[in-house]
């Protein structure tokens, strides 16, 4: 095997894209001063925001339900 990838090492590169999409997609950056659409009572970046916020927070959940956590178990116990 090369350097690069040992064994169980995996690539998880992808998942810092996703964030950094939901990241760039929340940040009201790209809207205009002067847009007024109002969605559902809020300002249209305020809805983005909130809908995106829910998105990553059902991605990490499934990231955390997909490659869980492999936790140490003392002999002790």
């Known amino acids: 095997m090369s350097d690069k990838k040992k064994s169980g090492s995996k690539n998880y590169a992808w998942i810092f894209f996703v964030?950094?999409?939901?990241?760039?997609?929340a940040i009201p950056w790209y809207w205009s001063k002067d847009n007024s659409l109002i969605i559902?009572?809020?300002?249209?970046w305020?809805?983005?925001a909130i809908l995106v916020?829910?998105?990553?927070?059902?991605?990490?959940?499934?990231l955390l339900l997909r490659y869980p956590w492999k936790m140490e178990v003392d002999a002790d116990e």
Request: glycine share 4%.
């Open 19 to 25: 964030y950094l999409i939901f990241l760039i997609a």
């Open 40 to 44: 559902l009572g809020l300002p249209a």
């Open 46 to 48: 305020v809805f983005v």
């Open 53 to 62: 916020s829910i998105c990553t927070s059902i991605f990490t959940a499934f």
